[in-house]
């Protein structure tokens, strides 16, 4: 008999109907597209879509495929669109908010589960974020154990889910609290209540409300690993693609890809991070490549656990786990991060930039509070004062100013620390593919170069999420260049600091000078307006 794990991964999906969770989402849009590319033998992909902003869920899909990331698959497989079917849900409802006729369609259909769906944001109420995270993933999991002939379910998790201990590694750890009594909880007490006074006891260790419901989520998935084909996948810090199926692709700006933008758009100034600490970054399509295989790993162990006199209740004691992080092969500082955000940004300046790039990075939160005051909200203020007396239009800097500031704060416990992790089975995983499966879902950390990943990150950022074409940077840099003079002439004016600690120094130096009221606020004067003269 032909060992079940020579078969490659198209070969392991050809027949197979695919339910994709959270397919609308940044990694689902690449899931969806890497499966109908490089599974061509796939039976059908179904996605749940729930109504967003006025839109229902064929207006949702349209968009969906409309985006450039759908080309190349246009282009190889012109008529990919009769292998997909919307599902309205909700995931956040009982049931999903199911049809009876779409919930019979998928029981009898579906035969491999990937389990996406989540709200990402970390300061997310805990109600929604329990509602989704938490009963989202056990209605997923009754509605697979409905499932006539289920390969597979993959719950897709986070790398920090237990990011309250240093070293993090494939396996379980305790929940922070079981789900059962924390649906008590969120079911019987008030928002005000919740919110104010049980939250920061209900959190404990756990940071935000994302990475509490992720960690009681696992332990949703646990509970049914012994009756269901189930694994974890825990990514980590997922951004743009680095490969395929177009180099540098992305559609968000949530994690690292927002202070990128930010910073290239002249209007950060200031983070709060550690640049020694390591940013664990991950491209999206190498992630979803490690998501497909190890679907494709479940189902061929499952497969060798089920022989004849073998129960079906042992399937698996545990469900596999796989930590997809950078930090173990190809670690990256925050310090290297910034290195290479400026070298590789300068050279490609968007349209809409406001000024030159000018971002530090502080590690010690006073410092980065006196930036943030005088590098954001004051020239934020005076230029929202001048559009309206000029009668421009004003561009709020103030309130983009203080959801920048709400984002910095997220990010920065992360920032701050630096993880252990292990990704074992992920290296395992890596070696059980054929040569030919290595080359079409290339997930090997080791291979990724972060000097080209960012050349290429960088030039995707502007071409598909600031829609800024190549074409237009000629234009683009005779802005730069002015930017770039104007930006030298007031550091040597006003011996503006270059390095971060050179800045606390400055500004402690006009403190004592009592002029730190006047100089700093007409270079940031200057600066950040001159944009409207260019």
């Known amino acids: 008999m032909e060992n079940a794990l020579s078969n490659s991964i198209p070969e392991s999906f050809r027949d197979v109907s695919v339910l994709i969770s959270g397919g609308t989402g940044f990694m689902g849009k690449v899931l969806t597209e890497k499966l109908l590319r490089s ?89 929604t974020a329990y509602n989704i995270n938490v009963r989202g993933t056990q209605e997923m999991i009754n509605l697979a154990k409905e499932m006539k002939n289920l390969k597979v379910f993959v719950h897709v998790s986070t790398a920090y889910a237990n990011c309250h201990l240093e070293t993090i590694e494939e396996t379980l750890y305790p929940t922070p609290m079981a789900h059962d009594r924390l649906k008590e909880i969120v079911e019987h007490v008030d928002d005000d209540v919740l919110l104010e006074a049980m939250l920061p006891k209900l959190l404990g260790k756990w940071p935000n409300t994302y990475a509490f419901t992720k960690a009681v989520a696992e332990h949703v998935v646990q509970e049914h690993s012994k009756t269901l084909p189930i694994t974890i996948f825990r990514p980590a810090i997922v951004v743009g693609t680095a490969y395929e ?7 968000n700006v949530y994690g690292p890809t927002g202070i990128v933008v930010g910073a290239g758009c002249g209007v950060v100034h200031t983070i709060y991070a550690n640049t020694d600490c ?53 670690p990256l500082k925050w310090g290297d991060f910034k290195y290479l955000i400026e070298t590789h940004g300068t050279s490609v300046p968007p349209m809409r930039a406001m000024w030159y790039y000018f971002l530090t990075i502080h590690r010690f939160w006073i410092t980065h509070l006196i930036c943030t005051y005088f590098l954001h909200y004051l020239p934020a203020i005076i230029i929202d004062i001048l559009a309206k007396l000029t009668g421009k239009e004003s561009p709020n800097l103030f309130q983009v100013y203080r959801k920048i500031d709400k984002f910095s ?32 879902f290339n997930f090997d950390m080791k291979q990724l170069d972060w000097d080209k990943f960012f050349y290429n990150y960088i030039r995707g950022l502007r071409v598909y999420l600031l829609k800024d074409d190549m074409s237009t940077l000629p234009q683009a840099m005779i802005r730069w260049r002015r930017f770039y003079w104007a930006h030298q002439t007031l550091k040597a004016i006003f011996g503006f600091p270059r390095t971060p600690s ?17 100089s700093p606020t007409v270079v940031l004067f200057i600066s950040e307006c001159s944009y409207l003269l260019v």
């Open 39 to 127: 599974c061509p033998d796939l039976r059908h992909v179904y996605l749940l879509v729930r109504e967003k902003r006025g839109k229902n869920m064929h207006q949702r899909l349209d968009e969906i495929f409309e985006d450039p990331l759908f080309s190349v698959l246009e282009r190889e497989q012109p008529k990919y669109r009769h292998k997909v079917t919307g599902v309205s849900c909700d995931m956040g409802a009982r049931g999903l908010a199911l049809s009876e006729h779409d919930k019979d369609l998928l029981v009898q259909e579906v035969s491999a589960v990937f389990h996406g769906a989540a709200t990402v944001r970390f300061d997310e109420q805990l109600r």
């Open 245 to 251: 199926p177009l180099i540098g692709w992305t559609d």
């Open 278 to 330: 390591v940013a664990n970054i991950v491209p999206v399509d190498m992630t979803v490549n490690a998501l497909i295989a190890s679907a494709w790993k479940t189902i061929k162990d499952s497969q060798n656990k089920q022989a004849p006199e073998e129960p079906k209740d042992l399937v698996s004691d545990e469900p596999k786990i796989y930590n997809y992080v950078s930090s173990v092969e190809k």
């Open 409 to 440: 704060g997220v990010l920065a416990y992360f920032a701050h620390r630096s993880w252990n992790f292990s990704n074992n089975n992920v290296q395992e995983l890596w070696r059980s593919l054929s040569p030919s499966d290595q080359k079409l």
């Open 502 to 518: 050179q800045l606390g120094v400055w500004l402690y130096l006009l403190q004592r000078s009592q002029l730190v009221f006047c």
